[in-house]
């Protein structure tokens, strides 16, 4: 198939040659004063006369000889075989990444002291744009550094994907263990009291002190650490072991059945019994303590 132009080809610059060969433009446009550098030809044109849209991001885009000629209406015989046209490409300093990662956090956390330190950047050359951070672009993580997504919006509207890593800490009031925790261990209130505290990722709000009481740590918890939702769970309303009330019905009939639990469930939660009655097996649904009910 004939190609009706060929006036743009855009390549993946490491089909080409390298940045330094192609002509660097800043704006959105290329201009004659632009191609003049590579064509002298071109310096006979008005220098803003506008030549087409710049390649996007870090791509390049080619005009052949056929082309350049076009441009010149025929005229200017001596023009090279070919000028790639390349966006200025810059690498963009650390003070630049920080400046645009306070600001994204600025937005984010308007009422919490935080600190934020970038840690880790793309190093390579860039096109000149404006760095942003959406809230979305954050990869969660339990640790204080963090993988930060974002984009360099450029002035033609195109963007280029772009991405940090930093170390986010962010001041608030927490829970703060006064004893290590083994795992299934219950909290009582004297294992932890409320302190402001420094902690790693973002602004959050701090838990309720009597929430936490008489819940279950799932794991071993290290004494001055903080005490997290996460690390904890309900008490079981059932046990193994344990003798269990059982609702079960058939029609409009009610009917309780004595039973024995097989595993350990909160409310809600579906488990394995064992009927007291002739020894068969059931699933039923926790509904309270030592109370579960076989659904029709």
Same mark, same amino acid.
């Given at each position: 198939?004939?190609?009706?132009?060929?006036?743009?080809?855009?390549?993946?610059?490491?089909?080409?040659?390298?940045?330094?060969?192609?002509?660097?433009?800043?704006?959105?446009? &290329?201009? !004659? $004063?632009?191609?003049?550098?590579?064509?002298?030809?071109? *310096?006979? =044109?008005?220098? @803003? +006369?506008?030549?087409? /849209?710049?390649?996007?991001?870090?791509?390049?885009?080619?005009?052949?000889?056929?082309?350049?000629?076009?441009?010149?209406?025929?005229?200017?015989?001596?023009?090279?075989?070919?000028?790639?046209?390349?966006?200025?490409?810059?690498?963009?300093?650390?003070?630049?990444?920080?400046?645009?990662?306070?600001?994204?956090?600025?937005?984010?956390?308007?009422?919490?002291?935080?600190?934020?330190?970038?840690?880790?950047?793309?190093?390579?050359?860039?096109?000149?744009?404006?760095?942003?951070?959406?809230?979305?672009? &954050?990869? !969660? $993580?339990?640790?204080?550094?963090?993988?930060?997504?974002? *984009?360099? =919006?450029?002035? @033609? +509207?195109?963007?280029? /994907?772009?991405?940090?890593?930093?170390?986010?800490?962010?001041?608030?009031?927490?829970?703060?263990?006064?004893?290590?925790?083994?795992?299934?261990?219950?909290?009582?209130?004297?294992?932890?009291?409320?302190?402001?505290?420094?902690?790693?990722?973002?602004?959050?709000?701090?838990?309720?002190?009597?929430?936490?009481?008489?819940?279950?740590?799932?794991?071993?918890?290290?004494?001055?650490?903080?005490?997290?939702?996460?690390?904890?769970?309900?008490?079981?309303?059932?046990?193994?072991?344990?003798?269990?009330?059982?609702?079960?019905?058939?029609?409009?009939?009610?009917?309780?059945?004595? *039973?024995?639990?097989?595993? @350990?469930?909160?409310?809600?939660?579906?488990?394995?019994?064992?009927?007291?009655?002739?020894?068969?097996?059931?699933?039923?649904?926790?509904?309270?303590?030592?109370?579960?009910?076989?659904?029709?």
């Amino acid at each position: 198939m004939k190609c009706t132009s060929r006036s743009i080809t855009l390549l993946a610059s490491l089909l080409l040659p390298a940045a330094n060969a192609c002509v660097l433009v800043e704006g959105a446009r &290329i201009h !004659a $004063s632009d191609l003049a550098f590579a064509a002298p030809a071109f *310096a006979a =044109l008005p220098a @803003d +006369k506008d030549l087409g /849209p710049a390649p996007a991001g870090t791509l390049v885009r080619v005009f052949h000889k056929s082309q350049l000629a076009s441009l010149l209406n025929g005229a200017g015989a001596d023009l090279p075989d070919s000028i790639c046209v390349q966006r200025k490409r810059e690498a963009i300093p650390t003070e630049v990444w920080q400046s645009a990662i306070e600001i994204a956090m600025a937005k984010l956390c308007p009422e919490t002291q935080w600190k934020a330190q970038v840690i880790e950047y793309p190093r390579h050359l860039l096109p000149i744009g404006e760095l942003t951070f959406p809230r979305g672009g &954050i990869v !969660a $993580s339990r640790g204080p550094v963090i993988l930060w997504r974002g *984009a360099l =919006l450029l002035p @033609d +509207k195109t963007s280029v /994907p772009v991405w940090v890593r930093l170390d986010i800490r962010t001041q608030r009031r927490a829970n703060v263990l006064q004893r290590a925790l083994a795992a299934g261990t219950t909290v009582i209130s004297e294992d932890y009291r409320e302190e402001t505290i420094w902690a790693p990722g973002l602004c959050v709000a701090p838990l309720n002190p009597h929430d936490l009481n008489g819940l279950i740590a799932k794991r071993a918890i290290a004494q001055g650490a903080e005490l997290r939702p996460e690390d904890l769970r309900r008490p079981p309303a059932i046990h193994r072991g344990q003798s269990v009330e059982v609702e079960s019905a058939s029609g409009a009939a009610r009917i309780r059945i004595p *039973a024995v639990a097989e595993q @350990d469930g909160e409310v809600g939660e579906r488990v394995q019994l064992r009927s007291s009655w002739n020894g068969s097996k059931l699933v039923g649904r926790v509904t309270g303590v030592q109370k579960a009910k076989v659904d029709e």
